[in-house]
């Protein structure tokens, strides 16, 4: 089973400069409008074709969305796949918009 992860926990970590994997589960085009800084993207329609090539099974993975369904169906992909460390960021793009962090959309920084 994978756990939840809340923006301020998100945050914390990144701060600390911590070990994980930020996957945005979302389409290219919405990763490309906007995506939370060091994300990579790993299309939910993609997760099961690519996740093994893409993310090592010890890692800490933390999947978002801007949808919290595509987010919790990724995360429960990627446990079914092998991947014991991931967390689902239920909030997603727009609770990290909302509390005032930096977004990344077409090669800059959006406020």
Known sequence: MFKTLTREELERMMERNEDF????VSSPESYERGHIPGAINIPLEEIEKRAGKVLNRRERI?????????SHEA???LVDLGFARV???????E???E???PVIGSGKVVA
């Open 21 to 24: 994997v930020l996957v945005d």
């Open 62 to 70: 933390f999947v978002y969305s801007r949808d919290s369904r595509c």
């Open 75 to 77: 995360a429960r992909k």
């Open 87 to 93: 967390w689902d960021y239920e909030g997603g793009l």
């Open 95 to 97: 609770d990290w918009r």
């Open 99 to 101: 509390g005032g962090y």
